[in-house]
Antibody, heavy 118, light 111 residues
């Protein structure tokens, strides 16, 4: 069973860039899968941020597209999220997930809380 | 974007009784006899866990008291006999198109 683990700073200053990495174990990131980022503000619902495919192709949520970059490092079996120009509204638990057929999410990381505050 | 609306927002069910959660999409998420709809369970402090995909296919290891149905714009998740460990928030998600979108969640509690 593939396992995912998010890592990165838990506190980011307003107007800064949020950077997170998702390490994949128990399977190869180069396995014809999509890999996604999903976030959840405290006490709220789930918002899909974007996804990256084995080939490097990406899809982003239009609501965040101007600020989001998702990349992949196959040599380290991990993928990353950069979200620029953050505000308090970007405070959330950020999850990485395996995205089957650009569809459902069958494996999730435990999530990491990122707070945007000065 | 496809807007997913769940009802009710919360429900309290007696142990052993049936729980039914509805999910309505703003546009059809069905095509060529496929329903692009998944269901998740999320317990406090945990990530969501996949229950069902293709609207009615149970993920491996999911108890058979969980079932999904529906097509087009109307879908249902049913827990046939609620157990204490089923207390959680449940989300539907469409993957017919990007951006993938989720319902707002339905909180299930014990009456």
């Amino acid at each position: 069973q593939v396992q995912l683990q998010e890592s990165g700073p838990g506190l980011v200053k307003p107007s800064g860039t949020l950077s997170l990495t998702c390490a994949v174990s128990g399977g190869s990131i180069s396995s014809n899968n999509w890999w996604s980022w999903v976030r959840q503000p405290p006490g709220e619902g789930l918002e899909w941020i974007g996804e990256i495919y084995d080939s490097g192709s990406t899809n982003y949520n239009p609501s965040l597209k101007s600020r989001v970059t998702i990349s992949m490092d196959k040599s380290k079996n991990q993928f990353s999220l950069n979200l620029s120009s953050v505000t308090a509204a970007d405070t959330a638990v950020y999850f990485c997930a395996r995205d089957v057929l650009s569809g459902w999410f069958d494996s999730w990381g435990q999530g990491t809380l990122v707070t945007v505050s000065s | 974007d496809f807007v997913m609306t769940q009802s009710p927002d919360s429900l309290a069910v007696t142990l052993g009784e049936r729980a039914t959660i509805n999910c309505k999409s703003s546009q059809s998420v069905s095509s060529s006899n496929k329903n692009y709809l998944a269901w998740y369970q999320q317990k406090p402090g945990q990530p969501p866990s996949l229950l069902i995909y293709w609207a009615s296919t149970r993920e491996s290891g999911v108890p058979d008291r969980f079932s999904g149905s529906g097509s087009g714009t109307e879908f249902t998740l049913t827990i046939s006999s609620l157990q204490a460990e089923d207390v959680a928030v449940y989300f539907c998600q469409q993957y017919y198109t990007t951006p993938h979108t989720f319902g707002q969640g339905t909180k299930v509690e014990i009456k």
